[in-house]
């Protein structure tokens, strides 16, 4: 199978309105988190970038779609065509809906506002006619209303739908003779109730389901992904943010609109079920369970608790005083620095910033609300609570043993000589953080001031980044980290900075393997160039009668089954650079013990060869595991900062490589010439491939042309399944 698929990227660009990606990021994470990362993406991503191998859905919300054509037409609408046709999904709510159509008839005769042409597209082989409605005025709510749809139960049968449902409606339009597309894939999924202003042919469509080649498109013309709370949640617990209801009812003076909203908030379980049975059709994995978390207390501390005095001290001249409290502006996030002295379990409700406070007392330090009610979370105001007397208790951070990790920090550092630079010896933990990459690597004046191995690590994190359009999915279960390293600008050129996500990738296969002795030194972890951590697929291990380490313990031929090895993690390396430094924060994210959706390394260990007592090692737990994980990061850094990225690292890296003499097609060169992994280059740490032909009269037999291509990781993108490297534009 090819890797799997965990992304759902959401268009937000020209033509695309605020209030309509904000609601479709929302539903959608609410309703497919933590199977999936749920991000918002450019036009200029979708035609340059490599989404599609870790696509699992491709959105196009409310707005315009002249906007959609203007940027997609052509190479953009091929690669979403082709997605889709190979198995993807596309969905599209009401400017969507239009945009995914054979042809847009939208008011037709209303010199204003007439929009008419074919769409390239072509989900739905028919005609997308609007307004179904009379009344429709851009950037107005005067043609808004709750519109009522009559579910087709025949096609939605899975989980409770219901059989009508009101859905906020704004200029949507009606997918003419869907019941005579049946033939070509067509499924009629609600229909509109009411009389319409157009004509819909037979079905008066409202929702339809399109059958693609391998893969699917829902289309929409009302906005079933709209949310409306009715009234703010009391209970702080959930801090689940209010909608758009409210500042709807402020900027509208429209007779009726209120009523509007009371419908729909009404309506909202309806909603949400329709939602629901919607994605469960187009094969997505749904939450069975809605529940986006809320940002948390993050706790400062330090191996030896005083440490974290003094590195206050060297933050002191970018801390403000707000009376009579401390925070930290940078250019992404806001910090309010809380001492021990002044916090107590007791007070920590008082601290936690609030998503539910009312819009007159709401103010810019702490509300994290948009003006529209929903969350913008860079804007919420983090509470850092500082450690300098101890180290958070199990009670300050029960999803986090601090003194664990702390305590095995001290182990590994005394069992791995050579380490200088004291990685994780400061501490950044936050339950739920935005990302911990972020946190470091966008607040500059922050991150200028910190030292070589310090250290952000989260349980959940809300918006983890990764290279270029893509996301790791950061649920609970998963080591995710950042460590900020100072690396000298006069060793750049014996020890180019570019090698330091080579070094985390050697630190996560060492830290892996010696974490507790010999337990897990046969676990089948390998690397992906440039920058990803794949495990030997435990189903594959599961479905047959070989030993795991059968196939981790073998070289890896040219050609590599394709189910054979998954993805568990990636790393993340961003750097800013000043007379002395290049400051690097290298972002690490690590599926420990949640299954989606991948795997994990836990559930690797059932398949390793038996102990002596026939049972399977203990699960890897996260405190002793990024212990181990930092403590070999700081030894093989050290080391590298003497020797460069030498033999013995060559050596080490290709021992667990999973590239070593594959076959490759370099699709960006001209005629596509095959070419054979040869290693990396020692200076710039490049990947060199070696052109390859077909020996005559020895069909399958390649021999070496002498000629060498060096392919950088930032503009080449390795689909290792397939055997190909691409050109990123």
């Not at 609408?77 to 159509?101: D, K, L, M, Q, T």
């Not at 206050?312 to 992404?332: A, C, F």
Request: hydrophobic fraction near 35%.
């Amino acid at each position: 199978m090819a890797p799997t698929r965990m992304n759902v990227l959401v268009y937000s660009d020209i033509g695309s309105t605020v209030d309509s990606v904000r609601h479709c990021l929302y539903t959608l994470r609410e309703l497919l988190s933590p199977t999936y990362a749920v991000i918002p993406v450019s036009g200029d991503q979708i035609i340059k970038e490599p989404w599609p191998s870790s696509c699992a859905a491709v959105v196009f919300p409310g707005g315009a779609d002249k906007g959609y054509c203007r940027t997609l037409n052509g190479e953009g609408n091929r690669r979403i065509r082709r997605f889709v046709e190979a198995g993807g999904i596309y969905i599209g709510f009401c400017a969507g809906g239009y945009y995914g159509s054979g042809k847009c008839e939208f008011e037709v005769g209303n010199r204003l506002l007439e929009v008419i042409g074919d769409r390239e597209l072509a989900f739905f082989p028919g005609i997308d006619r609007g307004g179904a409605f009379p009344g429709f005025v851009y950037n107005s709510e005067k043609g808004a209303r709750a519109a009522e749809l009559q579910v087709n139960k025949t096609a939605l049968s899975s989980g409770a739908v219901p059989n009508v449902f009101r859905s906020y409606y704004n200029g949507g339009g009606v997918f003419v003779d869907a019941a005579k597309h049946r033939n070509k894939g067509v499924e009629i999924l609600a229909s509109y109730t009411e009389d319409l202003a157009v004509d819909a042919g037979e079905g008066a469509a409202a929702a339809v389901y399109c059958k693609v080649g391998a893969g699917a498109a829902l289309l929409t013309g009302p906005h079933p992904e709209f949310v409306f709370c009715g009234k703010p949640i009391d209970d702080w617990s959930l801090m689940k943010p209010r909608f758009a209801a409210a500042k709807m009812e402020k900027k509208e003076d429209v007779p009726g609109f209120q009523h509007i909203i009371d419908v729909l908030a009404g309506d909202e379980k309806h909603r949400t079920d329709f939602m629901k049975a919607c994605l469960t059709k187009l094969g997505l994995s749904v939450t069975e369970e809605q529940n986006v978390p809320s940002l948390s207390h993050i706790h400062l501390s330090s191996l030896q608790a005083s440490k974290t005095s003094e590195l206050l001290r060297s933050l002191k001249e970018i801390v403000t005083s707000e009376e009579g409290e401390e925070y930290i502006e940078d250019d992404n996030d806001k910090f309010h620095i809380i001492k021990r002295s002044v916090w107590s379990l007791g007070s920590l409700y008082q601290a936690l910033p609030s998503l539910l406070k009312d819009e007159k007392t709401d103010h810019d330090t702490g509300s994290g609300s948009d003006k529209d009610g929903i969350a913008d979370y860079n804007t919420i105001t983090k509470e850092v609570l500082v450690h300098e007397l101890d180290h958070p208790t199990i009670e300050d951070t029960p999803y986090f043993d601090h003194e664990s990790y702390y305590n095995n920090v001290s182990l590994f550092n005394t069992a791995t000589p050579g380490a200088q630079s004291s990685f994780g010896h400061h501490l950044l933990y936050g339950e739920v953080l935005t990302s911990t990459n972020t946190l470091l690597e966008k607040n500059t004046q922050l991150l200028r001031r910190l030292p070589t191995g310090f250290t952000a690590v989260a349980t959940s994190q809300l918006a983890g980044r990764g290279r270029g359009s893509n996301v790791w999915v950061s649920p609970p279960g998963s080591l995710m980290f950042s460590i900020v390293i100072r690396h000298p600008m006069s060793l750049m050129q014996q020890a180019p900075v570019v090698f330091v996500q080579y070094l985390a990738a050697l630190a996560i296969i060492e830290g892996v393997k010696s974490c507790d002795k010999d337990l897990y030194k046969d676990i089948p972890i390998r690397l992906k160039w440039p920058n990803d951590i794949y495990a030997l697929n435990p189903a594959r291990a599961a479905s047959t009668s070989f030993s795991i380490t059968d196939t981790a313990n073998e070289s890896i031929k040219s050609t590599i089954n394709q189910d054979q090895y998954i993805k568990i993690g990636g790393i993340l390396v961003n750097s800013h650079y000043n007379a002395q430094d290049y400051i690097a924060v290298c972002g690490i994210g690590l599926n420990l013990s949640n299954n989606a959706p991948t795997t994990s390394l836990n559930a690797l260990l059932p398949f390793l060869p038996t102990q002596t007592t026939q049972t399977p090692p203990p699960p890897l737990a996260p405190e002793k595991l990024l212990a181990s994980i930092l403590t070999s990061f700081d030894r093989l850094y050290t080391r590298f900062l003497r020797t460069g990225f030498d033999d013995h690292f060559l050596d080490m890296y290709y021992a667990h490589w999973l590239h070593q003499d594959q076959t490759i097609t370099l699709e960006a060169e001209e005629g596509q010439p095959r070419a054979r992994i040869r290693g990396l280059s020692q200076d710039y740490g490049l990947l060199v491939a070696e052109e390859v032909e077909e020996v005559v009269g020895r069909a399958g037999e390649w021999r070496g042309t002498g000629r060498l291509w060096k392919l950088q990781s930032d503009s080449n993108s390795f689909d290792f399944f397939r055997g190909l490297v691409r050109r990123k534009l």
